[in-house]
Each structure stands twice: as structure tokens, then as C-alpha cells.
């Protein structure tokens, strides 16, 4: 899978569970259903962790800058604002290119960062299962926090 496909399939993704959490909140207000909001806010939240994690992974191997890769997450924020930022990296080139598993003449492909994706990157499985366990991680304790905001009473 390319660093583009990769990326478009988690943008729209998260754009998709947007719609689930909008609809579990209009569920909540409209006819009591709590637990849709439960759910729907689950799988948006991991959905969102998850697109965050392959659009820092995406950035580095493209070369982004902090900023941009940044960027690229807080997209996830406002509903549905992946899909055009995905588009505007594509008619930009942004995701153009394949994973680079080796060095290139490229400054920075000396930096720890790089020699990571590219030890990662040639471990494809060992790659897959640490972001799945991270990602994992990182809700399970998030869960743990409670939702934004608070409890409610």
C-alpha cells in the first residue's frame, strides 16, 4: 500500500466517522440513546488516533515539515476537513512517491527519524502491530482520562 492510498483511505475514514458521531449525538438529543454516543465516539476516537498516527508516518516519509504534519492532524478536528486537505496534498504532489525504505542523497535522511521509518518500513508486520498496540494504548488510557469535558452528572 503507497503512502497515498494509505492516506486517503484513513481521511476518508475519519471523515466517515464523523458522520457516526453526529449521528450518535443527534440520537442522544433526539431519543435518549446515550450508548450511541458511547460507540459512536468510540470508533471515531480510535479512527482519529489512528489517522494521526499514519499522517505523522505519511509526513515524515514524504518530507513534511512539523508544521505541515501538524497541520495534517488538527485537520482531523473539524468534521469532515480531511477530505480536502487530502485533496490539496494530491493536487500538490504532497503524497506523490513510495515508501522510502532506503537512504537517498537527501540531508536528512541521516537523522534518527529517518533510520526508524526505514528499520520500520522494512518490517512492514512488526510496523502494522506497534502502531495497532500503540494506537490501542494510547485510547485504552484515554478511556481511562473520561471523555473531553467531563463526566456528566
Not at 11 to 32: D, K, M
Not at 70 to 80: G, I, R
Not at 124 to 151: K, S
Amino acid at each position: 500500500m503507497s503512502p497515498k492510498r494509505l492516506f486517503r483511505i484513513l481521511a476518508f475514514a475519519e471523515a466517515v466517522t464523523w458522520t457516526i458521531l453526529i449521528t450518535a449525538l443527534v440520537l442522544r438529543y433526539a431519543a435518549g440513546l446515550d450508548a450511541a454516543v458511547l460507540v459512536g465516539g468510540s470508533i471515531h476516537g480510535f479512527v482519529f488516533l489512528a489517522y494521526a498516527f499514519q499522517a505523522v508516518l505519511v509526513g515524515v516519509n514524504q518530507r513534511w515539515s512539523i508544521g505541515l504534519m501538524a497541520f495534517a492532524v488538527l485537520t482531523a478536528v473539524v468534521p469532515y476537513a480531511t477530505i480536502p486537505f487530502e485533496l490539496w496534498l494530491i493536487r500538490r504532489g504532497r503524497l506523490e512517491g513510495g515508501w522510502r525504505h532506503e537512504a537517498g542523497d537527501h540531508p536528512a535522511d541521516g537523522t534518527w527519524v529517518n533510520r526508524m521509518l526505514r528499520w520500520f518500513l522494512a518490517r512492514p508486520v512488526l510496523l502494522t502491530v506497534v502502531a495497532a498496540v500503540g494506537i490501542a494504548a494510547v485510547f485504552a488510557a484515554l478511556l481511562v482520562i473520561g471523555p473531553p469535558g467531563g463526566r456528566e452528572a
